[in-house]
Structure formats: C-alpha cells, structure tokens
C-alpha cells in the first residue's frame, strides 16, 4: 500500500511562512521524483515545485520562484515545502505527489497522491 502524507498547513497572515510535509510509506523513496501541487478555491490543480531522486534539482513554478523552497530527506523518507513571504493567492489545498518515470515534464506523469493540506493566507 502507498500512503503520502500531508502536514504542516495552517491560516497564516500576509507575509508569514509555513512549512509543509509529505511522509511517504510503501515506496522506495529515494527511486522517485517528488512535487507538490495545489489546487485554490474554485480553480484546477497546478504544479508549485519538484524535486529529483537525490535533491540535486529543484523546480518551481514562476508564481513561486524566490518565494519558496523545497527539500527532501531520504533517509525519513519526507519531502518539504517551505513557504515564505506567503500571499493570499498562495491560498489552496496543497498536495504531494510522487512520480518514478524521469522523460516527461516535470510538472505530469505522477503515479501517488496524498490528501491534501489546507493553506489559508488571510490579508
């Protein structure tokens, strides 16, 4: 059974931070490309960052670039999402995801889902 994981998402002020987890268990974690997505009130989902097999390459979207940072520690088996100078429009169910193939867009081709955090950015 595959299980990711969400945590660490909250209602927070204009400017503020937050950190995100996503804890993964019935993978080998370290053979899959991780991401995060989100999805706003109303809106589809869109790819924020991806992060490869050892955390040597980010990415992210433009809307989040010099904004927010992601990570990865294999040996927990977790991927972050640190999220600074945080915006209302950052407002949006936040999700992770986990791929293994490597020759699509960074952005498609996930095989695993989590649930989902909540991130409320008031103003």
């Known amino acids: 059974q595959v299980q990711l994981v969400e945590s660490g998402g909250g209602l927070v002020q204009a400017g503020g931070s937050l950190r995100l987890s996503c804890a993964a268990s019935?993978?080998?974690?370290?053979?899959?490309?991780m991401g995060w997505f989100r999805q706003p009130p109303g809106k589809e989902r869109t790819f924020v960052a991806g992060?490869?097999?050892?955390?040597?390459?980010?990415y992210f979207a433009d809307s989040v670039k010099g904004r927010f940072t992601i990570s990865r520690d294999n040996a927990k088996n977790t991927v972050y999402l640190q999220m600074n100078s945080l915006k209302p429009d950052d407002t949006a169910v936040y999700y992770c995801?986990?791929?293994?193939?490597?020759?699509?867009?960074?952005?498609?081709?996930?095989?695993?889902w989590g649930q989902g955090t909540q991130v409320t950015v008031s103003s």
């Open positions: 995801a986990a791929r293994w193939k490597s020759d699509v867009s960074v952005t498609s081709g996930y095989n695993y």
């Open positions: 019935g993978i080998t974690f370290n053979a899959y490309y």
């Open positions: 992060i490869s097999r050892s955390g040597g390459s980010t």
